[in-house]
């Protein structure tokens, strides 16, 4: 740069500091976890949003004069199905992308009710303290001691599975990070400045939790909530691999996998496609969770 | 110190008593359990027999206070299916699956903390990327469909090993690599950061600038101090991976308590469900415990809190 004196270089716009903002989005521009993972999970919600569009064929209409067709690579495969067809004759490329929308629907709704018990619990634990965060603490250990996958299945089977059930067994279930990160969060800055003023202004309670103290830690909960939301999906479709998810004739990738399985010696395509897009949609959004976290706290990084 | 212990066991057994409860308190809410046994197609009046049979007919907190009574003489009532007791079909299971977990827990340990050293002691190497890769890999990696494409490639395509059931050791090696795996990110960023931590520490320095060999300085050094959260860490997955033994199993055809619990679920056979959610909670009580005093008996700066 050639300025010739000091005054006029006090006037440069380019010596103004960064805004957050602009710092926040360089960092995620240079972040390659990030950057793959954002774009694997905008992809496959695109894929799962555009299935109506996209989808060749309807994905649980049967035809079993064209059952077990191999994917358009193997052998006798053709470009009706490209992705081959399962064991009732249904288009495996259909039910896949309409097993994107169940996948995504579960995780999301899932991850809500979650976020919605563990926040709760956990800021109410950590502005409070004394006896009320030893109750909850007690809680989340409590929970942490319990066989998840196994009291899933148990009241599944009990209840009698469904979507709606799913999603609400998996949001009861998977709070325990949203209490934990939202009550250390809300430790570490309960003594602020800001929070001690809004306090000494007459703020109630209720008000100074919702609008001074959870902005200030929704960075650290959202990258919980990826994280959670990947949690989710991978329950869901284990569950519906044991028959006690989400129930056929709906295209569940787990119970994709499931069908499959009775086939794996001699159509090892059935169980690899939809559980390698199982496998790309969690690793998208675990990625897209790290690369959050790196971004939002860089100093957090381990 | 004692002061310590005993308030660690205290919340442990309290803990325990909670979860107890409340599993009793899902599985009973969730639905009738005597229609559930009574199976589809029974008649009124079946169920009526089955439900004063097995005494469901009477408060909860009555069946509860009883059943809690039994379970801790060591008596969990009769599984519904089998007739026989629970605690035997409990006691010829059992060591299978604390045999899967133990074998588990070594492979993820004998694969997480020389990855998790060698990434720590050359950051940002290859090795180093290798390690981060392979966890990201294995925190995405449904297990179930995982444990599926192990049996294609190693039973199927190349037929080296048993595709299911649990006769010889043989049959052990692809549960336990699906179940180990799972647990290797945590366990490998654990030691990577910790071993981070350490080698930074002024004490490193001075064994180094003794002139001391760098493996010496690894190993007898930095390693004792970076292993501690490792240690405690490793009670808590080998009760994750408990947990986790329903789903793997149930796939490999593995006669542990996870087959039992997902057969019993099948069946409906609440009183043996029950027992194994109960005993599943309780070790990973126990180890978390177990965790904790180790912890406290290693580093005495963590006994004042």
Known sequence: MTVQSTEFELDLPEHEAPSPRAIVLRRARHHSGFLFGSCGLGLIILLALAAPLLAPHNPIEQNLLARLQPPVWAGTGDWNHVLGTDQLGRDYLSRLLYGAQLSLLIGISAMIISGLIGTLLGVLAGYFGGRVDLVITFIITSRLSMPIVLIALAVAAIFGSSLQLVIVILGFLLWDGFAIVARSSTLQIRDADFLLAARSLGMPAWRLILFELLPNIKDALIVVATLEMAHAILLESALSFLGLGVQPPRPSWGLMIAEGKDYLFFEPWLIMIPGAALFLLVMSINLLGDGLRDISAPEGRS | MHIFILKRI????????????????????????????????????????????????????????????????????????????????????????????????????????????????????????????????????????????????????????????????????????????????????????????????????????????????????????????????????????????????????????????????????????????????????????????????????????
């Open chain 2, 10 to 305: 205290g919340l442990a057994i309290l803990v325990a008593l909670f979860v107890s409860f409340l599993s009793f308190l899902m599985l009973r809410a969730a639905g009738d359990p005597a229609i559930a046994i009574a199976g589809e197609g029974a008649s009124e009046a079946d169920i009526e027999y089955i439900r004063i049979r097995f005494g469901f007919d009477r408060p909860l907190i009555v069946q509860y206070g009883e059943w809690l009574a039994g379970a801790l003489q060591g008596n969990f009532g009769t599984s519904t299916y089998f007739s026989t007791p629970v605690h035997e079909l409990i006691a010829e299971r059992l060591p299978v699956t604390l045999r899967l977990g133990a074998m588990s827990l070594l492979f993820a340990i004998l694969l997480a903390m020389p990855l998790g050293i060698l990434a720590a002691v050359h950051p940002n190497s290859i090795i180093d990327r290798l390690a981060l890769f392979l966890s990201v890999l294995g925190q995405a990696l449904p297990n179930f469909w995982f444990a599926l494409v192990l049996i294609v490639i190693l039973a199927v395509w190349w037929p080296l090993l048993p595709p299911s059931g649990n006769s010889t050791w043989q049959h052990f090696i692809m549960p336990t690599i699906v179940l180990g795996y799972y647990a290797t990110p945590a366990i490998m960023r654990l030691t990577r950061s910790g071993m981070l931590e350490v080698l930074g520490s002024d004490y490193i320095r001075t064994a180094r600038a003794k002139g001391l060999h760098p493996v010496q300085v690894l190993v007898k050094h930095a390693m004792r101090n970076a292993v501690l959260p490792v240690v405690s860490h490793s009670t808590v997955q080998f009760g994750y991976m408990l947990g986790g033994s329903v789903i793997i199993e149930s796939i490999y055809a593995l006669h542990g308590i996870g087959q039992l619990a997902w057969e019993s679920i099948s069946r409906a056979d609440l009183p043996t469900v029950q027992a194994i959610i109960l005993i599943l909670s309780l070790i990973y009580v126990g180890l978390n415990l177990a965790g904790d005093l180790i912890n406290a008996w290693l580093d005495p700066r963590i006994r004042v809190t």
